[in-house]
């Protein structure tokens, strides 16, 4: 009776408290809904003085944003432009847990050689499993524990699709016993038990300039029909998650197919912004006779680049080709306010009521949301040259910069 008094008493002392997420897992390119948000976590109101570095491991260069589960964080990076490499770490205490490499480098055209030769693909890990999309298109599925290979499954060899000329860029997503992923000649469904291909939509052609995606696809449910919210380099798509069948498809006007961001979606409508093209808000609806439609609610003249943006409430936070920072209104397109020139490129993360932005000259801005100005509460440099995606689990920010992965903690 005193035990069933004292839970009783500790469950109604909970409603009292802050909702907080325990253990809560960046398992994924932009979390663990890949939306970039972490809706319950409590976040300081300051980065210096409140922020201090963990531990630190020199690495060799990457794109790959660092994911957790279960304790660890694993990395990856290329190592002279010859071998590919993942590692495991104690999240806590930067104890090496396992490496893994192969062969698996490649070279870009000379003209993206600024932007470097090594691994793009943010990995994904669920369950035992840690799926690593390498350069030359290759899925690698790796045990999480050990490190051991659990298969692979090479595009080109197996399904004689082209080599991506920019190296492979989309992050796999995990769906159950299944994942997706854009490779280099199609959209691939694939079996997380053996790699097996169980269907291919939306062949790309051969061709530098429309083979290989950039973008990476989201699981949405729109018009009550769960789906694969896929951007190609020429089109934003829906696809049946089981059949792959095409359900809807708008073309999307870029530059040369530079469709990099990962769409945004609210209820029925989705966000999208383009290289060169423009910035568009899209309803899909299916109709009593089972055909869908695409309308364009409304479209302006702001240009995304590689920035996903987030979304908090009825306003969307876009770091823009122009290097400048935006709010626009979800309801009818309108600039809120646009800031002073920034870095290159930002990878965003929001618990709803602040916005961590980490600019890819490794300087970390705390922001507060605001439909008036950016208003940037602190500032902190936490890296020299970060491309990689943020990753926050519970108190810690995660930094994979082109020399070192850091684990920093709130205080």
């Not at 860029?169 to 016993?177: K, M, R, T």
């Not at 300039?209 to 009550?224: D, N, R």
């Amino acid at each position: 009776m005193r035990f069933t008094s004292l839970c009783c008493a500790l469950l109604a002392l909970s409603g009292l408290l802050p909702s907080v997420a325990i253990g809560a897992d960046w398992n994924q390119w932009r979390g663990p809904n890949r939306d970039s948000a972490l809706t319950e976590s409590e976040w300081p109101d300051a980065l210096n003085g409140r922020m201090e570095l963990l531990w630190e491991k020199p690495h060799e260069p990457s794109y790959s944003g660092p994911i957790t589960q279960d304790g660890l964080v694993f990395t990856t990076e290329t190592i002279g432009k010859k071998t590919e490499k993942v590692t495991a770490y104690n999240l806590k205490t930067g104890e090496l847990v396992w490496e893994k490499e192969w062969a698996g480098a490649m070279a870009v055209p000379f003209f993206a050689a600024s932007n470097g030769d090594w691994i793009r693909s943010t990995p994904a890990v669920s369950g035992n499993n840690l799926l690593i999309l390498g350069m030359r298109d290759v899925l690698v599925c790796l045990d999480t524990k050990t490190g051991k290979e659990n298969w692979r499954l090479d595009f080109p060899s197996k399904t004689g699709s082209p080599l991506p000329a920019f190296g492979a860029v989309c992050s796999p997503l995990i769906d159950g016993d299944v994942a997706y992923v854009q490779s280099g000649g199609a959209l691939v469904k694939v079996s997380m038990d053996d790699g097996k291909v169980l269907w291919s939509s939306l062949e790309d052609t051969k061709g530098m300039m429309s083979s290989g995606s950039f973008s990476s696809p989201v699981i949405a449910t729109l018009a009550g029909q769960r789906q694969l919210v896929v951007q190609t380099r020429q089109a934003l798509c829906g696809v049946n998650l089981e059949s792959g069948k095409l359900l809807w498809q708008q073309p999307i006007e870029s530059f040369r197919g530079m469709n990099i961001l990962t769409p945004v979606i609210k209820g029925d409508r989705i966000f999208n912004t383009a290289h060169s093209g423009k910035a568009q808000l899209f309803e899909i609806a299916k109709g009593d006779d089972g055909e869908w439609s695409v309308d364009e609610l409304w479209s302006q003249k702001s240009q995304g680049y590689m920035s996903s943006p987030v979304l908090i409430g009825d306003t969307i936070y876009l770091h823009q080709k122009n290097q400048r920072a935006t709010a626009l209104g979800t309801e009818d397109g309108e600039v809120r306010w646009t800031s002073s020139p920034f870095g290159k490129y930002w990878s965003m993360a929001t618990n709803g009521q602040k916005i961590l932005a980490l600019d890819n000259s490794g300087e970390l801005l705390l922001v507060t949301p605001s439909s008036i100005a950016l208003e940037i509460d602190d500032r902190m440099k936490v890296a020299e040259d970060s491309w990689a995606h943020i990753a926050i689990t519970d108190d810690l920010v995660i930094v994979r910069d082109l020399k070192a992965l850091k684990v920093y903690q709130w205080k």
